[in-house]
Structures are given as C-alpha cells and as structure tokens.
Nanobody, 125 residues
Framework: QVQLVESGGGLVQAGGSLSVSCTASERTSSNFAMGWFRQAPGKEREFVSAITWSTGFTFYADSVKGRFTISRDNAKNTVYLQMNSLNFVDTAVYYC??????????????????WGQGTQVTVSS
C-alpha cells in the first residue's frame, strides 16, 4: 500500500506563488506516475499536472500551463508543484495521486490507485 503525504498549501493573495509537495512511501511499478488534481467547492475533481518518475515526462492542464511547474526528487520519493501567478479560480483542495496510467490516460483520475489526504490552497482577491 503506497501512502502519500502532502504538505504546503495555504492562503495567498492573487498573483502570488505557493508550493505543495507530496512524498510517497515507496516507488514501485504500480505508481510510476504522480499526479496533482484539485477540487473546488461544488465542482468536479480536475486534473492539474502529472509527472513520471523514471523519465520525468510532464503534463499540464491548459488552465495552469505556463504558471505551474511540476518536478520530482527521486531520492526523496517527492513530487513538487510550484504554483505561480495564482488567481481566484485556483482555489481548491489539491490532491496528489500515484498510479500506473498510460501516457494517454495520465490525466484521468480514475487511473490512479493511491491518493493523498488533500491540502487546501486558497487564493484571495
């Protein structure tokens, strides 16, 4: 059972930056990809970004491309999401996830097997 522990998040003013991280208890063939998803109140969960452990391929939702950067530290089993130029619509609970989706389904949350507890990101106007 892979466990994911998130940290970071918090309150930031619009235009500001914030970083969240997610540490996995282990890396196996069952969790070769790590993803970030978010869910705002009253909205469905949506894909934000993902990265593969081995190759470092990165994926972004169009809404965050150019503002968010995902990275990984294999030695620490940790994935980071640096969020810049935040705006109100970025307010959500951010979840990290681990799994073995294909590169074509990496944006599909249903393809991930393990989830973190979520961390709140609030952007004030």
């Amino acid at each position: 059972q892979v466990q994911l522990v998130e940290s970071g998040g918090g309150l930031v003013q619009a235009g500001g930056s914030l970083s969240v991280s997610c540490t996995a208890s282990e890396r196996t063939s069952s969790n070769f990809a790590m993803g970030w998803f978010r869910q705002a109140p009253g909205k469905e969960r949506e894909f934000v970004s993902a990265i593969t452990w081995s190759t470092g391929f990165t994926f972004y939702a169009d809404s965050v491309k150019g503002r968010f950067t995902i990275s990984r530290d294999n030695a620490k089993n940790t994935v980071y999401l640096q969020m810049n130029s935040l705006n109100f619509v970025d307010t959500a609970v951010y979840y990290c996830a681990a799994g073995s989706p294909s590169l074509w389904t990496i944006k599909n949350g249903n393809r991930y097997d393990y989830w973190g507890q979520g961390t709140q990101v609030t952007v004030s106007s």
